[in-house]
């Protein structure tokens, strides 16, 4: 092959993304969606979700992102995050127009990540990259040999499995919710955690069940949950959560969460699902799930889809959607390379 087809466009323009910048984001906005029908499987593209997403960051987290355009064209995308205190930079977005791609303008956003890593003070970029299951559909290989050529390794974080479940075909309701059990009380609620358990959810999702090193952690980083809503807000999504009460204690022993953004009605995410560890072994997962999903069908009736990922290692929680109807799908594996190494 010639290597000059691997070469980037000389001409290749960086520029800063942002909501202010109506024509680029909307640029940005059908960039994402071609790529996204060329690319693994997952919700359609929600516009209201991805412009929220310029201007409110997860919590303790800042977001660089880029466009690049070649010919007065926007032929590729970046999205650089930086958790606060890490010395690594996630590459969260990194993706180029199909009708321009093996031309090095994604060597060249790599590039650019790393400059921008640099500059704040990181040391290494992280990102992850989507692989087949035997059981899956075949997956473009081309991201992992992406990211092999431009230097980067699979880093020891367990892979991510993927799964789907498909309401049009698996009902998970249909023996019903299960009892709660004796001791134990439900609660639920939408967006917008209630008062009494914000800095409770914050801790039994910062420490996935296990108590943090101080419980008092300036009211556990300044109430992680309600910082997380505020993104989820901005973002147009909203979100249905159970909790379980014990009752003797008052203590919320834990919760779950699927949400969802304003775009795809058919389309949900169940994403934390975490029992304190004083309180495991009674089941207690199955029941805030399948409870949720009640509460889910009956403010949103149209969702048929939902997705879920955890890491591979993580047997107990992939049993219990295995046993819900989830089905695997593939696998989100890990890499890091290097922001120290020259471009």
Wanted: glycine share 10%.
């Amino acid at each position: 092959m010639n290597d000059a087809a691997h070469e980037p466009p000389y001409d290749l323009e960086f520029v800063p993304l942002s909501a202010a910048d109506d024509e680029t984001a909307g640029q940005w906005l059908d960039l994402v969606a071609v790529t996204a029908a060329t690319g693994p499987r997952s919700a359609p593209p929600c516009n209201v979700d991805l412009i929220g997403s310029l201007r409110f960051a997860p919590p303790a987290t800042l977001l660089d992102d880029w466009v690049v355009r070649s010919g007065g064209r926007l032929v590729g995308a970046l999205r650089l995050a930086l958790p606060e205190g890490a010395p690594s930079a996630r590459v969260d977005q990194l993706i180029v127009h199909p009708g321009v791609r093996r031309r090095g303008i994604g060597r060249a956003l790599y590039g650019h990540a790393v400059r921008l890593a640099r500059k704040h003070g990181r040391t290494a970029l992280t990102g992850m990259v989507v692989e087949s299951l035997p059981s899956g559909p075949r997956r473009d290989p081309g991201a992992a040999a992406f990211a092999d050529a431009v230097g980067a390794r699979r880093s020891g974080i367990p892979a991510g499995l993927h799964q789907w479940l498909d309401l049009g075909r698996t009902d998970p309701l249909a023996a019903g919710v299960p009892a709660v059990p004796a001791g134990y009380a439900l609660v639920s609620w939408g967006t917008r955690t209630p008062d009494e358990y914000a800095v409770q959810v914050s801790r039994l999702e910062l420490s996935l069940g296990d108590e943090p090193a101080a419980e008092d952690e300036a009211d556990v980083r300044t109430s992680y949950a309600r910082q997380f809503e505020t993104m989820r807000i901005g973002r147009g999504r909203r979100a249905h959560h159970t909790g379980v009460v014990h009752e003797a204690s008052g203590v919320l022993a834990g919760y779950t969460s699927v949400s969802k953004t304003t775009g795809n009605p058919a389309y949900a995410l169940q994403g934390m699902t975490v029992v304190h560890r004083d309180h495991r072994g009674h089941r207690l997962g199955m029941l805030l799930k399948l409870a949720n999903l009640a509460q889910v069908l009956r403010h949103e009736p149209e969702v048929r889809f939902l997705e879920t990922a955890n890491a591979e290692d993580n047997h107990p929680m992939i049993a219990l959607n295995e046993a819900m109807g989830f089905e695997p799908y593939d696998r989100w594996v890990f890499w890091a390379g290097d922001a120290g190494a020259e471009d």
